[in-house]
């Protein structure tokens, strides 16, 4: 599992310039880019994903180019294979937890029956233990809740990698602690590569094994955490 | 006179035209609120202008437009169409008459759901044209189906440019206003009197039954 990132991308409106140039490669299974808000984390992100297109640069992810202004390649979001777990969790608020976690498995103009749920999802809501709730909507459900509905949406529809906005930065302190390691424990299980942006260091702490520093725009170091 | 006649057509003609203002309106609501361009808001004035614009230069518009001598007309003509003095011009009447009340409507909705919902349907490997009738579409239909609501009792009153499209000829194009207004004209006010409790028990019941879709409409919660 290997994620290689060079590209720059320069965002200007009245207020402020802003330039984005970032690169860095990691084969970790647990890379976090670490920076203040407004530092260009959620952008990598997002270039990442393909909601936010470079001006020029190259973005591999596990030997599949997503993105690459030299050979004209730009992958739409649709076919890039990657799990993207919102800052507010980014719920479909008119479907129930399990209409939601089988979201991604079909991609026809219909959305999941409410009645009804593939036998994939019914794996992934008992994984999370969201049994209790799958006939829930997104509303009714705790904050720990909602991110554990979030991670099996991502997760069911089996990303090559798994990008984290900011995962704990919704959730009360001492929840925080808790889905800190209930996604520790996740990643030692799957064997999938995860990129965790945060501006806390507590998350660093718990979860970085290769760690980024970002700010204005940029990477400031690069460190393998001890024993990582 | 009867009553059913007209009230039945202006029921007729109500629904068509909220039916046919479903499809464009959204459509058009859709398109707009995705297109970034220096000519939106032009776009955008002239399609409101049915809105402010008075209904008899609206009819006239469209008689100019579809008559048989008509640009547009002149062309149907030679299919054998001729919407001038048939129920189908009072549709073509109420629904541009309507259009704004839902185009709008819809625009908002469209605009407030969360580009962040549409960004996760995207990732999740949903094409553009399933996410929006699995995450756009629903989360605007509450917003749609207000417009829709207002959309069908602008139609089901609309006088003016039914009129100068469709006429007035009783058991053919006359609607429940025009046939009110015909009553009072020709003095019967008998007539009169009956096609007005009826039109306003119409109007209660229509607005009766929309109180009653709306708030169960959408499970999005308030937040």
């Excluded at chain 1, 591999?60 to 919102?86: C, E, I």
């Excluded at chain 2, 999740?124 to 069908?152: D, W």
Aim: glycine share 8%; proline share 6%.
């Amino acid at each position: 599992m290997t994620v290689e990132i060079s590209f720059r991308r320069l965002l200007a409106d009245t207020e402020r310039r802003f330039a984005l140039d970032v690169a860095f490669r990691s084969t970790s299974r647990r890379v976090v880019l670490y920076g203040p808000s407004g530092a260009g984390k959620s952008m990598t992100l997002r270039a990442i994903a393909g909601l936010l297109t470079p001006d020029e640069g190259r973005i591999v992810v596990n030997q599949h180019v997503l993105f690459d202004s030299a050979l004209g390649v730009n992958r739409a979001p649709q076919v890039r294979k990657v799990g993207y777990l919102f800052q507010d969790y980014a719920l479909f608020p008119h479907l129930t937890v399990a209409q939601n976690v089988s979201f991604g498995m079909r991609t026809g103009i219909l959305n999941p029956r409410r009645s009804s749920m593939p036998e994939a999802a019914a794996r992934w809501i008992d994984a999370f233990e969201l049994g209790a709730v799958a006939t829930h909507y997104p509303s009714q459900i705790s904050g720990g809740q909602k991110q554990r509905v979030a991670l099996a949406r991502a997760l069911a529809a089996e990303p090559d990698i798994l990008l984290l906005d900011e995962p704990f930065s919704a959730l009360d302190p001492p929840l925080r602690a808790r889905m800190r390691s209930e996604l520790a424990a996740l990643q030692s299980r799957l064997d999938l590569q995860m990129l965790i942006i945060t501006h806390d260091p507590a998350d660093v702490k718990a979860l970085g094994e290769h760690v980024l520093e970002i700010r204005d725009g940029r990477i400031f170091s690069d460190s393998m955490a001890a024993g990582g | 006179m009867g009553i059913w006649f007209p009230l039945l057509l202006s029921l007729k003609v109500a629904i068509c035209a909220t039916a046919l203002n479903l499809l464009l309106g959204v459509a058009v609501a859709f398109g707009l609120s995705r297109w970034r361009s220096p000519l939106r808001d032009l776009v955008d004035s002239l399609l409101t202008l049915p809105l402010v614009l008075p209904p008899t230069v609206l009819g006239y518009y469209l008689l100019v437009l579809l008559g048989r001598r008509g640009v547009f007309g002149a062309w149907l003509e030679r299919w054998g169409i001729n919407p001038v003095f048939t129920w189908e011009g009072a549709v073509i009447a109420s629904t541009l008459v309507a259009f704004p009340l839902i185009q709008k409507a819809a625009r908002a909705a469209f605009e407030n759901v969360d580009p962040q919902l549409e960004s996760a349907a995207r990732v999740l490997g949903l094409p553009e044209r399933a996410v929006f009738f699995r995450v756009s579409l629903p989360l605007a239909s509450k917003g749609i189906t207000a417009g829709a609501l207002l959309a069908f009792a602008r139609a089901l009153g609309e006088f003016g440019a039914t009129l100068m499209i469709a006429g007035n000829l009783p058991g053919r194009t006359q609607t429940l206003s025009v046939a009110i207004y015909a009553a009072v004209q020709a003095g019967d006010d008998r007539g009169a009197n009956i096609l007005v409790v009826v039109a306003s028990i119409t109007c209660v019941v229509v607005l009766l039954i929309a109180g009653r879709l709306a708030p169960n409409r959408s499970r999005v919660p308030v937040s």
